[in-house]
């Protein structure tokens, strides 16, 4: 999606630069053109052709046995195939693999009349430095590209999304964030296009923290934006209600959105001035009205955000049902299921449930499975496992039992909150070059980070605040080899300068 997203800005730019080329005096038709050339998964390869009439499209793809994907498209990005009729106008064709090898191609369109101002010859992009990865040392955030291209229009993006303007024989420096970065090359020549990204990693540790949980979650809001998840909407919970919250990781990522946290009868100021940096026109509340009241309802509309809905069902296990409602769809095979008052156990499995989208469903103290799962369960036969988080002290036996009469049923236990993150983390196999680390006895720099780490594919790892527990530790010292970045949630109360020291000895 990543690569098609850019194709469909690199077709409206090339579709502007060549839209004064149709003038039929100074065009020839032709009536087949060939492409051929390579691409991986970081590289992206777009030509532009004109066509004078109307015809049937032929699509003769001569690439061997190579997983080659492209597409054929119009500047408003309808996609055509072989076999469609084409109106006369201008087009491209995109290609692009996802292999981390690269992968010749070889494709001939016909069936059309091109206009002779249809190049099939790509600018050249010769990038000396970076290579295709690069880890920089810890803490450094810019590097220097270097390399030449006989473009006319040519770029590379940087961290903070302002492009640089290269040609030639370059030497620029360009800013990098904190983690894993695509630095991405630009070239242009006759209106076909070259798009190549290289990853450069910035290693280190990072603290995320304010003198409330309501800064903290004003501090994670413009974190996100920092990495491009600019969002219309805005999540606002009451920063006592975990049980909300945590459930609610899945719908943030969804919408690409902070929750930003508040007391229940009033917008802190931190939230507000958040709110007006993000000028957001959509809010979604958790929880009814003595959660988060009317009073705050009427901030947010004087705050300019014109549309705001509820999640408010009448408890934590009917708003979490509420809130897989709005995640959930028939290819959704799974769910995780966790005693609604085990607030470590949710974290740990929070940032996996927003990555994958599986829903979070919760369920009570009680011997038995809580009617709500019951319910969302029989209607909807499409999930067909279930994860449970915790022991049987946490989801009984009994319920265990019934969960499986409707589905494959798998535990993650552990002898501590802290080894159940650990756990989790083994059982999903999550990557293992990038953290988060939060308080596992007071949690509310963790639910309000869980979104941070699902949207930027980071695990979370439960702490106690003092040091690190040795199942955590043993846990990452099995992968420093593979560790990049760690992000800590909270101040040095919450997650001490002695653990930020450990981790950071790790990182190399």
């Avoid at 030509?47 to 190579?66: C, H, I, P, R, W």
């Avoid at 995320?208 to 809001?221: D, K």
């Avoid at 009814?288 to 999640?311: A, H």
């Avoid at 809130?323 to 095979?333: G, L, Q, Y």
């Amino acid at each position: 999606m990543r690569f098609f997203n850019k194709i469909i800005l690199i077709t409206f730019i090339t579709f502007i630069s060549s839209i004064f080329l149709l003038d039929e005096s100074f065009t020839k038709a032709a009536t087949s053109l060939t492409y051929k050339g390579k691409v991986n998964y970081q590289v992206s390869n777009t030509y532009t052709f004109s066509t004078t009439a109307k015809g049937t499209l032929t699509v003769k793809d001569q690439t061997e046995n190579n997983p080659i994907e492209y597409y054929i498209t119009s500047p408003d990005n309808v996609i055509y195939v072989s076999g469609d009729v084409i109106p006369p106008g201008t087009y491209t064709i995109s290609f692009h693999s996802g292999e981390e090898a690269f992968i010749n191609y070889n494709i001939t369109l016909s069936g059309l009349s091109f206009s002779d101002s249809s190049s099939t010859v790509l600018p050249t992009m010769n990038i000396s430095k970076p290579d295709y990865y690069l880890r920089l040392t810890k803490g450094a955030l810019d590097t220097t590209v270097t390399g030449s291209t006989n473009a006319t229009i040519a770029s590379v993006t940087q961290f903070n999304g302002n492009p640089i303007v290269i040609e030639n024989n370059f030497s620029k420096k360009v800013n990098v964030g904190f983690g894993h970065n695509f630095v991405d090359f630009y070239a242009e020549l006759n209106q076909n296009s070259i798009l190549d990204s290289r990853q450069v990693v910035s290693p280190g540790i990072k603290r995320l923290g304010g003198n409330s949980r309501y800064e903290v979650s004003a501090n994670v809001s413009k974190e996100l934006s920092s990495w491009g998840f600019n969002s219309s909407t805005v999540i606002i919970a009451n920063g006592e209600a975990y049980g909300d919250i945590i459930p609610a990781v899945n719908l943030a990522v969804k919408e690409q959105a902070p929750i930003l946290v508040t007391p229940s009868d009033a917008l802190p100021n931190a939230v507000k001035s958040e709110i007006q940096r993000l000028k957001p026109s959509n809010a979604i509340i958790l929880g009814g009205v003595l959660s988060v009241t009317n009073e705050v309802e009427n901030e947010l509309k004087q705050l300019g955000i014109k549309s705001i809905e509820r999640i408010a069902g009448d408890s934590r296990y009917t708003n979490a049902v509420d809130t897989a409602k709005r995640i959930v769809d028939e290819s959704t095979d799974t769910a995780i299921v966790v005693n609604g008052n085990a607030i470590g156990d949710m974290l740990s499995v929070a940032s996996v449930a927003g990555q994958r989208k599986i829903p979070i469903l919760l369920t009570g103290n009680a011997d038995k499975l809580h009617s709500s799962v019951d319910n969302y369960l029989s209607q909807n036969p499409q999930i067909k496992n279930i994860v449970i988080v915790g022991g049987p002290l946490s989801v009984s036996e009994n319920a265990e039992a019934k969960l499986a009469t409707y589905a494959n049923v798998d535990r993650i236990n552990g002898n501590s909150r802290f080894e159940i993150s650990v756990n989790v983390a083994n059982y999903f196999m999550v990557t293992t070059n990038k953290f988060v680390i939060t308080n596992g006895m007071n949690y509310p720099d963790g639910m309000i980070g869980a979104p941070l780490a699902a949207m930027r594919g980071y695990h979370i790892l439960l702490t106690q605040p003092e040091s690190l527990p040795n199942v955590v530790d043993s846990y990452l010292v099995a992968n420093k080899s593979n560790l990049d970045n760690v992000y800590i949630l909270g101040g040095p109360l919450s997650v001490s300068n002695e653990i930020e020291q450990r981790i950071n000895s790790l990182i190399k």
